[in-house]
């Protein structure tokens, strides 16, 4: 059930973002929760995949399309100022970004990627629509190969490894961090931090949690901890059902979209 993990953490994390929770303590799921811009965006790459050609030749177009035509009637879900001017655009372009908008919405690409070169391609592809700095660029591809890596078997160890030689210093901790950490939007200070709730998370609720306790922007940085998750993991049954009710009929239909659509030739994750 792809995707539910990133819009779990955004939904989980979105009564968090501006009155952080420093502590794992919590309830999941609670009325002031809604979907972000993080969950509305996973899905509009998620429909940008399902709407590609085989040979992803038109990648780029259709998520340039499905961020604005899915986006659009929701003004207020938080987006940033520049993504607000993007998403409204007569003619999108690039605008050398690093936010991590970059970051939190790119999960289905590497649960579609048949390889690793294929994974960090997708999410280039997706990416550079908007985010086209080297490190928009870099966070979005560390997410993606690290949920490639989660979902074809490679321990916690490997991906880390990966991580901390190819991308970023994991040498970190979550309790080291957690009490100066500050509200970051770019994704050099976000991603780290989000990947380390997965490195040192027993289970899919407890890296949401984990993520969550670092403060900051929490809906975010716990949507992408919640992508590596899932694909590491799986996601409770009760979680899904919990988060189903948070999306409207317009999103939710989107999802299911993507669960049930017939497995194409070059995709063999739209199960």
């Given at each position: 059930m792809h995707l539910i993990g990133a819009i779990i953490g955004d939904i989980?994390?979105?009564?968090?973002e501006f009155n952080n929770c420093r502590h794992k303590y919590f309830k999941l799921f609670a009325p002031e929760c809604f979907a972000t811009d993080d969950s509305i965006m996973t899905l509009a790459i998620g429909k940008a995949l399902m709407e590609s050609q085989p040979d992803w030749s038109d990648?780029?177009?259709?998520?340039?399309?499905?961020?604005q035509e899915i986006g659009r009637p929701y003004p207020f879900c938080g987006y940033g100022l520049r993504f607000s001017d993007w998403i409204y655009s007569d003619d999108p372009q690039?605008?050398?970004?690093?936010?991590?908008?970059?970051?939190?919405?790119?999960s289905a690409c590497g649960f579609v990627a048949k390889s690793l070169e294929e994974a960090k391609y997708l999410a280039k592809t997706v990416t550079?629509?908007?985010h086209n700095h080297?490190?928009?660029?870099?966070?979005?591809e560390a997410t993606v190969v690290a949920i490639y890596m989660a979902r074809t078997g490679s321990t916690m160890e490997e991906i880390r490894d990966v991580i901390h030689r190819e991308y970023y210093p994991m040498d970190f901790t979550i309790d080291g961090i957690r009490d100066t950490y500050q509200f970051n939007e770019t994704c050099q200070d976000t991603v780290p931090q989000a990947l380390m709730a997965f490195f040192e998370?027993?289970?899919?609720?407890?890296?949401?949690?984990?993520?969550?306790?670092?403060g900051g922007d929490s809906d975010t940085l716990a949507a992408i901890t919640g992508g590596v998750a899932e694909a590491y993991y799986g996601v409770p049954e009760e979680l899904k059902q919990q988060a189903l009710g948070f999306l409207d009929e317009r999103l939710s239909?989107?999802?299911?979209?993507?669960?049930t659509k017939k497995k194409k030739e070059h995709c063999s994750f739209f199960l």
């Open positions: 989980v994390g979105s009564r968090f990648l780029g177009r259709q998520a340039v399309r499905w961020m690039p605008y050398n970004s690093f936010g991590n908008g970059a970051a939190m919405r790119v550079e629509v908007s080297p490190e928009g660029l870099k966070g979005a998370s027993t289970g899919f609720e407890d890296a949401i949690r984990t993520a969550i306790s670092v239909g989107i999802l299911f979209e993507y669960w």
